[in-house]
């Protein structure tokens, strides 16, 4: 089992930039995908990035050139590194770990961008 604790958001202005951090309780060892999932106000959670065990990286189109998922295994940590920010990017922020059989999240921060 493994706990994900997410850090790092906050209100910043469109084109503003913000490092988003999710920690895990321990190392993860084998094939798994960790992702940064978001949740705009009354809409549906959505895939932003993610990174596999390998180090394969994908990214949704309205993210693309401006976020950049990244890990530090010596601190079983993930990083998305958010540019640009835009107005709609507002939204809760999970961290998700999927580790056949199992599906962890994070409590999710919230990233709000706003003049």
């Known amino acids: 089992q493994v706990q994900l604790v997410e850090s790092g958001g906050g209100l910043v202005q469109p084109g503003g930039a913000l490092r988003l951090s999710c920690a895990a309780s321990?190392?993860?060892?084998?094939?798994?995908?960790m992702g940064w999932y978001r949740q705009p106000p009354g809409k549906q959670r959505e895939l932003v990035a993610s990174?596999?065990?390998?180090?394969?990286?994908s990214y949704a189109d309205s993210v693309k050139g401006r976020f950049t998922i990244s890990r530090d295994n010596a601190k079983i940590t993930v990083y998305l590194q958010m540019n640009s920010l835009k107005s709609e990017d507002t939204a809760i922020y999970y961290c998700?770990?999927?580790?056949?059989?199992?599906?962890?999240w994070g409590q999710g921060t919230q990233v709000t961008v706003s003049s």
């Open positions: 998700n770990l999927r580790y056949s059989p199992y599906d962890y």
């Open positions: 321990r190392n993860i060892f084998g094939v798994y995908t």
């Open positions: 990174i596999t065990s390998g180090g394969s990286t």
